[in-house]
């Protein structure tokens, strides 16, 4: 049946790209981009905050189905693969959502290392700007 199906290593796939897949991926990028200075992590937000919101991404229904729809043609595979998709994003938000809880409600205070912006940081909609128009504080 369906639920025996979420052994087989299709739903096992899925459930371990959306869960791990996507927060590895987020971390991984945002973790270069900022280390090498081209973005900077928002001033208020810690990484245990950004992980929550890598761990929430998780959360897919829309794409997943669609693939989905592409890669299977077995019927059984294809229900198999949906309750897959439903229980990762069930985890994701779980999950998502006790770390989330965990971090602290009230922002904190950007630290002397967040004060100046890169000469090229990248700002909320991804768009250059230059030193003097980023993040500076008195």
């Not at 049946?1 to 796939?13: E, K, M």
């Not at 959306?18 to 928002?42: E, N, S």
């Not at 897959?84 to 770390?99: H, R």
Request: charged share 10%; with cysteine.
């Amino acid at each position: 049946g369906t639920i025996q199906g979420l052994a087989s290593p299709a739903s096992f796939g899925i459930i371990l790209g959306l869960f791990v897949g996507k927060q590895v991926g987020i971390m991984a990028v945002a973790w270069i981009v900022i280390r090498t200075r081209i973005a900077l992590l928002p001033p208020g937000v810690s990484w245990k905050q950004f992980y929550g919101a890598a761990v929430v991404a998780g959360i897919g229904f829309t794409m997943s189905l669609f693939v989905n729809a592409l890669a299977f043609s077995d019927p059984e595979v294809v229900a198999s693969s949906k309750l897959a998709i439903l229980v990762a994003s069930l985890i994701s938000a779980t999950i998502g959502f006790l770390v989330l809880l965990t971090t602290q409600r009230h922002a904190h205070p950007p630290g002397p290392e967040r004060n100046v912006a890169p000469p090229y940081a990248l700002n909320a909609v991804g768009g250059a700007k230059q030193q003097s128009q980023c993040l500076l504080r008195a």
